[in-house]
């Protein structure tokens, strides 16, 4: 067994993917276990994880990107979250930082007051419940970098398929989008207007949607030409009962997802609804899967990476929920009063288990990692490197 | 194969028909090549093959296009996407997915092949198409070259009986050109593919073709025929067929091999005329020396991993016209860039009249330099023609119309309520230099000026240049269009891997190079004769 796993695991296993399903659990656990704790030790570790088995099995592609992009969200989470709370602070707590200048507001606005005495324990608890929210993001964004938006697309099943695409072309719009507001300020540059400002945003925002659209269109037209949605042999009422359940799926589903998310919401509304959604897409994927004409090349397999992938999700999941039940204490960043959070020992173990998918999954075919590491990238070679990468950029 | 039995199109939001019955038989293994102006209606005849027109254009098709024995109009593209193949003209705009690999799996997905034929037949077209080294990039970070092949091997894989190509290789450097013109070649010999493409640079194709298809325009009939017979009398034809036409071959060749067999006479008459010529052919130049218009010194710049200039010297005087030539990727894009200040060099420094450009803003950039991007309408912001004219006087202070009159100079007749997107490659060009003079900059800088221009627009922009450099402006272009550069550039820049391997007056570089060369210069080498315009001149006085 040992010896056998030698050769399907790790950087030694023959470059592939790892099925983005299992990385979407994986990172769903991980979000899971983070939305259960404000530990802001826990936290960090939380997201350094994920960045670490980012960095670890990334892909060379353009939207392997997006994990600094979610990180950059989730600061800008932290920071709105402390903003409101300095600005809108109701001075709960006894440390005091500093006081503000109170602004004065009518007597029919008592409640809310703008300014005055700012706490430690109200910067903290902020501080905390905005960094639950980035770490979320990091795990999403992780999830975002390591399983690509049209793998998952292929392993999504048959009767799905329609719905998948939708949501595809609106994840491709958005890295689209981006290169379209580049290529808008260039020109913008070299008309001799300025390209920042509200004014200049403005001016480019009638051709970046101009030039969205006009690509959706030549998408939809390329997709046509090569055959998608070629009708199969199922009537039209099996159809259109086969979209109703995959819309009740679709929405057992994500309320399922969000109440197990959310820890205010009781587990005994999140688990049914789960379930309810699951059943209900099964049945519709069976009574659609019968009408679709597709095949599929090369899918992804579900081996051992991948279960050890999804398990080390769960299990931190898990973990996290089961500890926030017995021992919440250990969970909580202290915020009254301020002090040191502690470091219980089981949470670190799950999230330490939560990192093994980057030690235990193949490498991905063409990555950069994976050219490194069969040439023995070094700071010496680098000239050599690039040297490589311009060639293979250019056809012989 | 292919059966248009009186086929007639007009688009929903015009009143004119684009095809007016068009009658047309293609037999099976045929190499078609369509030839027009731009919006003379090649694309919408391309895309009536596989019923995108009208099924997804909208519009009126009467009359009847039958593929391999299917209506067009009871089968819409998805139920012909077995039969018929088609290639857009920007194979970007066209990819599904975003792994080599998997893109050439989807339409054998879609079509709902078993898994290991699919297997088998991604295997064969990526040896075809020399791809296989490619199979798990990322469809972003190809080269145009291997884009296309891409793109053909995408639709290649379904085994399509009929292909359908809309410029395929007017992105193309002569080197991947010709690698796509022989794979497709090779589908059309060994395969039996029947192969319709519509392309502007005919001197890269129309030795290939087996038939012509004509398009000229505004619904008038086309024309079909063989290659030397449409060749005759057409209006627009490759280098070589004008100077067939111009020594009188009969019959004209097509390609630079049938032109050599023929040349021995020629080049004994031009063998005494050429040093009087090499003193003529460049008189047109107005070089003015002293401080240079523009210089590099030691630039290097990176992108990410990629080293795309490196360790560039130039400088370049006022009323030359410098070609910037090199293989897709090779960092010609890039050079251009760094003269506006788009990158910033790593190292070295950059100049354009005596400042750096990255420090440059605003119209203090726009009076020392200008730059036409690779899409002509990047540049262009306004809605309508006016509109445009317009917010360019306003952006550089002058008064009201000076824009506009400078546009008429270079493509007379465009009116003001047109919409750019509207205009044709040639126009929208000229609409974009009009934009781009209107701050009188020294320099100007132009990216693959002449993709997808026809010839008349060609010899429009041609006209354009000689008399920008003549007005003592500086001009730089990146372009693949060897043509072209034999036409215009007093100086050749090559760029291999973002450093420069050739620099010097056309004639030294072009002329030895098989890739570079003009067609002129192949047939009559060793003589420096680079256009027909040369050879005309100097056989004049002699005859």
């Given at each position: 067994m040992n010896r056998r796993s030698a050769h399907i695991?790790?950087?030694?296993?023959?470059p592939r993917w790892t099925h983005p399903g299992a990385w979407w659990v994986w990172a769903l656990g991980l979000a899971t276990a983070a939305s259960r704790t404000t530990n802001p030790l826990l936290l960090a570790l939380l997201i350094a994880v994920a960045g670490w088995v980012v960095s670890r099995r990334?892909?060379?592609?353009?939207?392997?990107?997006s994990y600094a992009v979610f990180l950059r969200l989730g600061l800008a989470v932290i920071a709105i979250r402390v903003g409101f709370a300095v600005l809108?602070?109701?001075?709960?707590?006894?440390?005091?930082?500093v006081t503000l200048p109170e602004l004065p507001l009518p007597s029919?606005?008592?409640g809310v007051s703008i300014g005055g005495p700012i706490t430690a324990e109200e910067l903290l608890t902020a501080l905390y419940q905005g960094a639950v929210l980035a770490a979320m993001l990091a795990c999403i964004g992780a999830a975002n970098s390591l399983a690509s938006p049209t793998r998952l697309l292929a392993s999504v099943p048959a009767a799905l398929y329609e719905v998948g695409v939708a949501v595809i072309v609106a994840m491709s719009f958005a890295p689209q989008l981006v290169a379209d507001v580049s290529r808008v300020r260039t020109a913008r540059r070299l008309r001799g207007r300025?390209?920042?400002?509200i004014r200049a945003l403005a001016g480019s925002a009638m051709p970046v949607l101009e030039g969205a659209l006009e690509r959706a269109i030549d998408l939809a037209a390329a997709m046509d030409s090569r055959g998608?949605?070629?009708?199969?042999?199922?009537?039209a009422q099996t159809r259109l009962i086969a979209r109703i359940l995959l819309l009740v799926a679709l929405m057992g589903i994500c309320v399922g997802v969000y109440a197990l998310l959310d820890?205010?919401?009781?587990g005994a509304l999140a688990l049914p609804l789960l379930a309810l959604g699951c059943i209900a897409a099964i049945t519709a994927m069976l009574l659609a899967g019968r009408r679709t004409a597709r095949s599929r090349y090369r899918p992804d397999p579900w081996a051992l990476p991948e279960w050890l992938v999804s398990a080390s999700g769960v299990v931190a999941g898990a973990v996290f929920v089961v500890t926030s039940m017995i021992d919440p204490i250990a969970l909580t960043g202290p915020t009254a009063p301020p002090a040191w959070p502690a470091l219980p020992l089981l949470p670190v173990v799950a999230l330490m288990i939560a990192a093994l998918p980057g030690l235990v999954t193949p490498l991905p075919p063409g990555s950069r990692a994976f050219r490194g590491a069969s040439a023995g990238e070094s700071s010496a070679s680098e000239s050599a490197a690039s040297e490589r990468t311009t060639r293979e950029e250019v056809p012989a | 194969m292919i059966i248009f039995d009186d086929v007639s199109v007009t688009y929903a939001?015009?009143?004119?028909?684009?095809?007016?019955h068009v009658n047309l038989q293609i037999p099976e293994g045929e190499l078609v090549l369509v030839v027009g102006r731009?919006?003379?209606g090649k694309s919408t005849l391309l895309r009536c093959v596989n019923g995108?027109?009208?099924?997804?254009?909208?519009g009126t098709l009467s009359g009847r296009v039958t593929v391999a024995g299917r209506d067009t109009r009871t089968h819409p593209p998805r139920e012909l996407a077995d039969v018929v193949g088609i290639v857009p003209q920007d194979p970007m705009s066209g990819?599904?997915?975003?792994?080599v690999e998997d893109e050439l799996a989807y339409g054998m997905e879609s079509l709902g092949l078993p898994s290991d034929l699919m297997r088998r037949r991604v295997e064969e077209t990526l040896d075809l198409l020399g791809l296989a080294h490619l199979?798990?990039?990322?469809?972003?970070?190809?080269?145009g070259g291997e884009r296309q092949r891409v793109a053909i091997g995408a639709v290649l894989t379904t085994h399509p009986s009929v292909l359908v190509l809309d410029?395929?290789?007017?992105?193309?450097?002569p080197g991947a050109a010709e690698e796509v013109l022989a794979a497709l070649q090779r589908l059309v010999h060994d395969l039996g593919v029947t192969v319709l493409l519509a392309e502007?640079?005919?001197?890269?194709?129309v030795q290939y073709a087996d038939r012509v298809i004509v398009?000229?325009?505004?619904g008038m009939p086309i024309l079909v025929g063989t290659p030397d017979h449409i060749m005759i009398d057409a209006p627009v034809a490759p280098p070589v067929v004008e100077l067939g036409r111009l020594a009188g071959w009969?019959?004209?060749?097509?390609s630079v091999r049938d032109a050599r067999r023929a040349a021995g006479p020629l080049r004994e008459r031009l063998a005494p005329l050429v040093d009087d010529a090499a003193r003529r052919s460049r008189s047109t130049m107005h070089v003015i020396a002293g401080t240079p218009a523009l210089s590099l010194s030691d630039v290097s710049v990176r992108h990410g991993q990629v080293?795309?200039?490196?360790g560039i010297n130039v400088a370049v005087d006022k009323g030359e016209i410098v070609a910037v030539m090199g293989r897709?990727?090779?960092?010609k894009s890039t050079l251009l860039g760094t003269l506006v200040g788009l990158h910033t060099p790593g190292s070295g420094s950059a100049s354009v009249g005596g400042s750096a450009p990255s420090s440059l803003k605003g119209r203090s950039l726009i009076r020392r330099v200008g730059l036409v991007p690779q899409?002509?309408?990047?540049l262009l912001v306004a809605d309508s023609v006016g509109e445009e004219c317009r917010a360019t006087d306003h952006d550089c202070n002058l008064t009201p119309g000076t824009t506009r009159t400078a546009l008429d100079r270079l493509a007379?007749?465009?009116?003001?309520?047109?919409?750019?997107?509207?205009?044709?490659e040639g126009q929208r060009l000229a609409l974009a230099l009009a934009v781009v003079l209107a701050a009188d900059p020294p320099v100007l800088l132009l990216d693959?000026?002449?993709?997808?221009?026809?010839y008349v627009a060609k010899k429009q922009l041609v006209s354009t240049l000689r008399s920008l450099a003549a007005e003592g402006r500086c001009v730089l272009l990146a372009t693949h269009d060897v043509e072209l550069v034999a036409e215009v550039a007093t100086r050749v820049l090559v760029l291999a891997d973002g450093e420069i391997v050739a620099d010097g007056p056309v004639t030294d570089v072009v002329m030895g190079s098989p890739m570079f060369a003009p067609q002129i210069s192949k047939v009559l080498s060793p003589q420096p004769w680079l256009t027909v315009a040369e050879v005309a001149a100097a056989l004049e006085p002699a005859s």
């Open positions: 695991l790790g950087e030694k296993a023959a990334r892909p060379d592609a353009p939207w392997a990107r809108l602070g109701s001075g709960i707590g006894t440390h005091v930082i029919w606005a008592a300025s390209d920042r400002g998608y949605g070629r009708v199969g042999a199922a009537s820890g205010g919401t009781p | 939001d015009s009143t004119r028909p684009v095809l007016s731009t919006g003379s995108l027109v009208p099924h997804f254009t909208g990819f599904v997915t975003d792994i199979r798990n990039r990322s469809l972003m970070s190809l080269s410029e395929p290789t007017s992105a193309l450097d502007h640079r005919l001197e890269r194709v398009v000229p325009g505004d009969s019959p004209l060749p097509l080293h795309a200039l490196r897709n990727g090779a960092g899409e002509p309408t990047h007379p007749g465009v009116s003001d309520d047109m919409h750019p997107r509207d205009l044709s693959e000026p002449t993709r997808g221009l026809d």
